[in-house]
């Protein structure tokens, strides 16, 4: 292996540059990694696997040799979480590069649970798990959203016993895994889909049970919020009593199972139709019982004296009646009297002060042409025409001048009235 530098006119060969990318990589030793496990396979004995970064979208593959893998005290498979020694190897011949496992193990719960607790504290700070803010559910939705694994039994339980319990029930189904490193990002995006549907009214999301590491993706900070920030009801079917993921906490209703959740969705037809029945059965017997007891106090009243023979109202108002005809009688003919002597004083005034009583007694009165009434003897010259209007009519004279100062000598004229 030549150390002088490669140029165009003196190239290395290619095994020479296989060979310092073992020589440099040698030198590297061994290191130890944390990871989320999303490949393992098992061929003659050996593993083969990669290894995913738990934030960042970096994957590396590895192996464990059949003899590594015989000292392991755990289980491991896809999904678990882990930290492992390993040594990156370089194979010159074929000049391929792979991770060698020689120790692997189980990060420990305590840490993951710590983790756990600071975002769970975090979070119900910001008021995301507070009761308050959770959704009613829809009596009877018209179209239900589920999330789940496609053919899995969550999504068979669910379909099963909703239409068992209200047959027209209609889902829109989204297919998402429901652990490893897709679980996350294709939950979130189901979720925005089926929440964007205006026809969905409640969204169910999955998944038949797990161990705690499987269903670490249903803590994810990024699944949690965009539950909280779902405008439709969000319902966690995780079926993990022992741990509660976060989505447990956030969702406007946990159920303990898919097939609880989707009897707390869905209302069972049969049920609704006996609490119908009952309903009705309460409101016919409140409405017989009402009608009962006022049929009862109508002829309880009707049991009284008062009521029972009516015809004493006719015959007490009748009497009292007839006493007021009379007494309106009585007082009219004495109006009446009254009235008639009060005219005959009057007319008695009337006759006593009227010129027609004074012409009676044997008056006279004299009026010149123009109506006046002759008053003195010197508003009458000689030869001045008037009237007498006597007792039965009038005659016309007319004067001849005084006479011992007093008015008198009248000569008839040729006509009287």
Known sequence: MTDAPATREAPWPVAVLSGKIKQYLDRLGTVWVEGEITQWGVSAGNVYGKLKDLDADATVSFQVWSSVRAR??????????VVALVKVNWWVKGGSLSMQVYELKHVGIGDLLERLERLRT???????????????????????????GKDSDAEHDVLRNARLRWP??????????????????????????????????????????????NLLGFSDERL?????????????????????????????????????????????????????????????????????HEIDRIAHLRSRPALADGSWIVDRRAEE??????????????????????????????????????????????????????????????????????????IVAESAGPAHGAVGGAEPAASAN
């Open 72 to 81: 392991f005290t755990e289980q491991f498979k896809q999904g678990d979480r």
């Open 122 to 148: 975090q979070l119900a700070g910001e008021g995301l798990f507070d009761p308050a803010r959770k959704q009613r559910l829809p009596f009877l939705p018209g179209v239900v959203g589920l999330i789940t």
């Open 168 to 213: 027209s029930v209609e889902f829109r189904v989204a297919h998402a895994a429901v652990q490893g490193d897709r679980a996350v990002p294709e939950v979130v995006s189901a979720l925005a889909r089926l929440d964007a549907d205006p026809e969905v009214e409640v969204i169910i999301i999955a998944r038949g049970g797990g161990d705690f590491q």
């Open 224 to 292: 949690v919020r965009a539950v909280a920030a779902a405008s439709t009801p969000v319902v966690s079917a995780i079926g993990h009593e022992a741990d509660r993921p976060l989505l447990d906490e956030v969702a406007d209703l946990r159920a303990s199972t898919p097939t609880d959740a989707a009897k707390r969705v869905v209302p069972d037809v049969g049920e609704e139709l006996v609490r119908v029945g009952q309903a009705r059965a309460r409101l016919s017997m409140r409405l017989q019982h009402q009608l009962s």
């Open 321 to 394: 009646l007839t006493r007021w005809v009379s007494r309106g009688v009585e007082l009219v003919e004495r109006s009446l009297e009254r009235a008639d002597a009060r005219v005959g004083e009057l007319r008695g005034h009337l006759r006593a002060l009227s010129p027609q009583a004074t012409l009676d007694r044997g008056y006279s009165i004299a009026q010149l042409p123009d109506g006046h009434v002759l008053r003195a003897s010197d508003q009458a010259p000689v030869g001045t025409r008037f009237t007498l209007a006597l007792a039965d009519g009038a």
